[in-house]
């Protein structure tokens, strides 16, 4: 099945001939639907802090930025822009001369509030002769279109979407780049003025970035009287996976074979080599101007209080239970904490005696913990939090997909619609032990997990293999809390006219 070559172009990349044989296994048998108790719900699994409690929070964090740990944000960024601009790129290869689907209509009405209008109209002038409202009198709607989008003028269409214009700021603009750096600065600050921020960027976009942060370093940490140390990593290519063919074998173009990248899961690896105590995790493109932060930097120290506040307990028990046998009447407290408040729940714990009690304690807390904002459901039910069975037969809190809920089986599928949150990718991250040492993480994915797609390369139908995603399967075995945020902290840009909520303009 392998030639030479392939596994010469293996070694290359890191990939075992293994690791291959049981992707190909994986696209023959597919991912087994995982087995949810309920949605996590104000009710049972997901934390509902009020006004008191957030304010303890939020001081048990701001205590916490004065000792000395290491604090990262790590943002996912990338994603390129294209699927952005998925409307202007219809319109343009389109029979039409003129905006007539709605998406059009809106983004030539409103032309002139986004962030990248200057820029925009400069590259008309330059390469037209004429200004935007000109070229817009003279109907040549796709002139516009295709300086935006192409490399003749922006190439917006091509570029990562962390370094389009978001914001306006008077006469200047914000890429989420920037963003992300005033954002890290309200929270995750240390005691010392520095702040860490690592963006996971892909290999074509880097020097891009790279550049984005010469011109724009000094400037913020002048603004934000700050050290800022940023770093970047790419998906490394160990983590890609083979793409199959309709009979579940390699796939070949040109008598090659083919990879795809693993998806975002396999930044677990990029996370695993951070060495940090405390992690932010939040998306490039959920980023609001200055004056709109306030709810977004509440609740990511709420979540961070929360996180240290737990650990600590775990910590405090772990370390009683290296002293010695404890007595019963302790194991049941620890117990009721890893139930009660980690909703680490054991149908037969009640059974164990007190030596297996305190293993399988020990095993429960002696693992990485993550918080995760969940913002209300204000639409249809789908991916989110769940309580859901491990293979061990213990219950415990997971962000499913919909595509990991067997939404054929009408019982499964009524689970899913009782659901009343979802995943805005808003967690906080502890990833070291109680003696200090830093957790392998890639021991805590569950490898069978992942999900399976029909893409087409060069006229050809293939199956993708996609990894545990990043706060799916790739942190199945964490110790995670689930806690409601306000959706005034969820404001993706999905396409360029969520550019035109109020939330990204003032």
């Known amino acids: 099945m392998l030639t030479n070559n392939d596994l010469k172009i293996l070694e290359k990349k890191g990939i075992s001939k293994e690791k291959i044989n049981t992707q190909l296994h994986s696209f023959e048998t597919g991912f087994p639907f995982l087995d949810i108790i309920s949605p996590a719900t104000p009710d049972q699994g997901l934390l509902q802090p009020g006004h008191e409690t957030i304010c303890a929070y939020l001081e048990r964090w701001d205590q916490y930025l004065k000792g000395s740990a290491s604090i990262v944000k790590f943002v996912p960024a990338s994603g390129a822009a294209s699927r952005m601009f998925k409307d202007l790129f219809e319109f343009l290869s389109g029979d039409s001369e ?50 935006l989008l192409n490399k003749d003028g922006l190439n917006y269409g091509a570029l990562p979407k962390g370094l389009l214009q978001f914001h306006t700021y008077g006469d200047k603009s914000r890429t989420p780049f920037e963003e992300h750096l005033s954002e890290g600065a309200l929270y995750a600050m240390n005691n010392s003025g520095e702040v860490n921020i690592h963006f996971t960027v892909s290999t074509e976009h880097r020097q891009l970035f790279e550049q984005h942060l010469i011109e724009v370093k000094a400037e913020y940490e002048k603004i934000l009287n700050a050290h800022l140390h940023i770093s970047f990593s790419e998906q490394k290519p160990s983590t890609d996976t083979i793409a199959a063919d309709e009979k579940n074998q390699p796939f070949r173009e040109d008598g090659q074979l083919v990879f795809r990248p693993g998806g975002h899961g396999a930044l677990i690896e990029n996370l695993n080599d951070l060495d940090a105590d405390i992690i932010f995790i939040k998306n490039i493109d959920n980023v609001v101007p200055d004056a709109r932060k306030n709810p977004t930097v509440i609740y990511k120290k709420m979540l961070a209080g929360i996180l240290v506040e737990l650990q600590e307990k775990s910590f405090a028990f772990l370390r009683e239970m290296e002293e010695g046998r404890l007595a019963e009447e302790r194991l049941w407290e620890i117990a009721d904490f890893c139930e009660q408040e980690l909703n680490n729940i054991h149908p037969g714990i009640s059974e164990m005696d007190s030596l297996t009690l305190q293993e399988y304690l020990y095993t429960k807390l002696n693992r990485p913990m993550r918080v995760c904002g969940m913002v209300p459901n204000t639409g249809e039910p789908g991916g989110g939090p769940f309580l859901t ?78 990894l545990p995603g990043l706060w799916n399967g790739s942190m199945s075995d964490w110790n995670t809390i689930f806690v409601e945020v306000p959706i005034e902290t969820f404001n993706p840009v999905k396409t360029v006219n969520d550019l035109l909520r109020q939330e990204h303009q003032f």
């Open 98 to 147: 003129h905006p007539v689907k709605p998406a059009e209509l809106q983004f030539f009405e409103h032309i002139n509030q986004f962030a990248f209008y200057t820029l925009l109209n400069e590259v008309c002038l330059e390469k037209t002769g004429s200004n935007i409202p000109a070229l817009i009198e003279a109907k040549k709607f796709k002139t516009i279109v295709d300086l």
């Open 389 to 466: 069975v491990n293979a061990d037969g213990t219950v415990s809190p997971q962000i499913l997909e919909s595509s990991q809920i067997a939404l054929d089986n009408p019982v499964e599928k009524e689970k899913m619609m009782r659901s009343t949150h979802f995943n805005p990718v808003d967690l906080v991250c502890a990833v070291r032990n109680h003696k200090g040492e830093k957790y392998d993480l890639l021991q805590y994915v569950d490898h069978n997990t992942g999900f399976i797609s029909l893409k087409s390369k060069g006229g050809k139908e293939l199956k993708a293999l996609e």
